[in-house]
């Protein structure tokens, strides 16, 4: 069963604008989400974090949102730039750190 | 700083055949984790360990066994491979959730084919 769920398999978006990335999960026993970012041929990269006793968590141009009452978390990224270009991939990890990862999101920012 | 190393990096298997992929980490961390990528289906599980001995499955087990003697690495075991095993593994290791760290570094990735 899938339990961390990326609904949309590409975004595209102008350099410059808003990039809104969608997560959803199904088991309430996550206790921390994570942002990573992957290019080709490359091992994935920690992007950002939240803990569940959070709804927010800034760093810069990326900031993840957690909705905990509808098992939802978003990734926004403002401005948008061409090197943000890669795949975005949602993870939620457990109190025993079984860390399960979402189907990714491939945003392309167009220059 | 090496972080995660994997070795090999590229690996063509003939069905039926056996490897085992290694994953090195020099971060002191508690947590390791083997990851396989496929097209649409990201990153899913297959085992991990939370600390030197010990081993759970995750998503994905079978087929797949692992070991964790020493703390610093963790290793992947095919023993008898099939096409449907050919993919990108990763291994990733962090901290355990106990000091409050909880991302994962991840090594380069190893291609495996299975013909």
């Known amino acids: 069963d899938q339990q961390v769920k990326q609904n949309s398999p590409s975004l595209s978006v102008q350099e410059g604008r808003i990039s809104i990335l969608n997560c959803d999960y199904t088991n309430s026993m996550f206790d921390y989400f994570l942002w990573y970012k992957k290019y080709p041929a490359e091992g994935p990269t920690f992007l950002i974090s939240?803990?569940?006793?959070?709804d927010k968590n800034e760093d810069g141009r990326f900031t993840v949102f957690l909705n905990k009452s509808a098992k939802h978390l978003s990734l926004h990224i403002v401005p948008s730039q061409p090197g943000d270009s890669a795949v975005y991939f949602c993870?939620?990890?457990?109190?025993?750190?079984?860390?399960?990862f979402g189907a990714g999101t491939r945003l392309t920012v167009k220059p | 700083n090496a972080g995660v190393t994997q070795t090999p990096k590229f690996r063509v298997l003939k069905t039926g055949q056996s490897m085992t992929l290694l994953c090195a980490q020099d971060?002191?961390?508690?947590?390791m984790y083997w990851y396989r990528q496929d097209p649409g289906m990201g990153l899913r599980l297959i085992h991990y360990s939370v600390g030197e001995g010990t081993t759970a499955k995750g998503e994905v087990p079978d087929g797949y066994n692992v070991s964790r003697l020493k703390k610093q690495n963790f290793l992947l075991g095919l023993e008898s491979a099939a096409p449907s095993q050919t993919s990108v593994y990763f291994c990733a290791s962090s901290y355990s959730l106990e000091k409050g760290i909880t991302e994962a570094f991840f090594g380069q990735g190893t291609r495996l084919t299975v013909v």
């Open positions: 993870a939620a990890s457990a109190f025993d750190n079984d860390m399960r």
């Open positions: 971060m002191n961390h508690e947590y």
């Open positions: 939240i803990s569940s006793i959070k």
